[in-house]
């Protein structure tokens, strides 16, 4: 069965879009690190990307989206764009005075693995279309 290449890269696209933008949460979270009653935040990757995938494992459908009455048509917007559905607060192992639950070595623990993670999915997408551009090649 012949399929697109939307379908193709659409999990790499959204798994990348996601990881993207748990680094920017995560990021958010160290800047805050001395800010009083700063709330850590983080992103649950997997269920966001199940939000994004049919039963099947075929992408769903987007959807479009009128900003304002006034505009035509709409932006198109995937599944998995709602990112603050996905958004998580994690408990902190030690809760400050100020109410800020920012912990510095946590945070910095887990942008380590969110740019190894981020990283990853590069180099599978960069796979990915090398084997496609030997197969166009019929090598």
């Given at each position: ?41 983080d992103l649950d990757f ?82 990915k279309i090398s084997g ?8």
């Open positions: 069965m012949a399929r697109s290449l939307d379908s193709y890269f659409a999990f790499n696209n959204a798994a990348m879009t996601v990881k993207n933008q748990r680094l920017e949460i995560i990021s958010g979270n160290i800047a805050n690190a001395t800010t009083p009653g700063y709330k850590a935040k997997a269920s966001l990307l199940k939000k994004s995938f049919a039963e099947g494992g075929e992408p769903l459908p987007i959807q479009a989206e009128n900003t304002n009455r006034g505009h035509l048509g709409g932006s198109m917007r995937p599944a998995w764009a709602d990112l603050e559905a996905g958004i998580v607060y994690p408990v902190p192992f030690n809760p400050s005075l100020d109410d800020n639950t920012v912990e510095i070595g946590v945070e910095q623990a887990r942008y380590g693995r969110a740019v190894v993670d981020y990283q990853a999915s590069v180099q599978f997408m960069e796979n496609l551009r030997k197969a166009f090649r019929g090598e």
